[in-house]
C-alpha cells in the first residue's frame, strides 16, 4: 500500500485520502488485503512446498503405487487449500483494517494538509501511513490479523489436510 501511495498519480492519491482510503483507482483497503496475502503466502511456503515434495517421493516410489490416485489428488488439494488460504488472507487484510483506519480522522487530516505543499506529496503521505502502521497504539489490530490469519491456516489448510488423511484411514475395529 505505500508503495502503491508513492507511485500513484497526486491527485489519486489524494482522491482515496479525502475518501478515507476508498477511492476507485487507489483503495488502500485493497492495498492492504494484497500486502496481507503476500505475507502470507510467504510465511506458509515452505510447509506447503515440503508437503508438495513429501507428496511427489511417494509419487515417485512404486512401492507407494496402490495410492497413487489418492496422492494425485493430495497433489491438486494442496494447491487448492493454499490457494484458499491466501484468498482469505486478502479478505481479512481488507476487512481488518478498514474500521482502524476508517476512524483515524487525524491520519487522514493530516495526509490532506500535504496536498498543495508542493514536491515529495506522496513520499509525505506514504511517511504519515508508514508513522501510524509503526505506532505501537496499532498493535491490537496486527495482533488481530497474526491470530485471525493462524485460524485461517487452520480452517483452510491443516482441517481439510485432517480431512484428507481421515478419508484413508482404516476404521479402528
Known amino acids: 500500500m505505500i508503495a502503491a ?6 491527485r489519486t492519491v489524494w482522491a482515496s ?39 511427489g517421493r511417494m509419487l515417485a516410489d512404486d512401492s507407494f503405487a496402490p495410492v497413487h490416485g489418492f496422492l494425485r489428488e493430495a ?22 483494517f478498514r474500521p482502524v483506519l476508517k476512524e483515524a480522522i487525524p491520519l487522514w487530516t493530516a495526509c490532506a494538509a500535504e496536498y498543495g505543499c508542493g514536491y515529495g506529496f506522496r513520499d509525505r503521505v506514504a511517511n504519515h501511513f508508514q508513522q501510524w502502521f509503526d505506532d505501537p497504539a496499532q498493535i491490537a489490530v496486527f495482533d488481530l490479523v497474526e491470530h485471525a490469519l ?3 491456516w487452520t480452517a483452510c489448510f491443516l482441517a481439510n489436510l485432517e480431512k484428507l488423511l481421515a478419508s484413508v484411514r482404516p476404521e479402528a475395529g
Open 150 to 152: 493462524a485460524d485461517q
Open 75 to 96: 497433489v491438486k488439494s494442496v494447491g487448492y487449500w493454499r490457494d484458499e488460504f491466501v484468498r482469505s488472507a486478502a479478505r481479512l487484510g481488507k476487512d481488518a
Open 17 to 55: 485520502i479525502v475518501r478515507q482510503g476508498t477511492w476507485f483507482n487507489l483503495d488502500v483497503y485493497h492495498y492492504l488485503g494484497i500486502g496481507t496475502a503476500m505475507d502470507a503466502q510467504e510465511r506458509s511456503k515452505l510447509q506447503v512446498l515440503e508437503l508438495e515434495a513429501a507428496l
Open 5 to 10: 501511495i508513492r507511485n500513484f498519480h497526486p
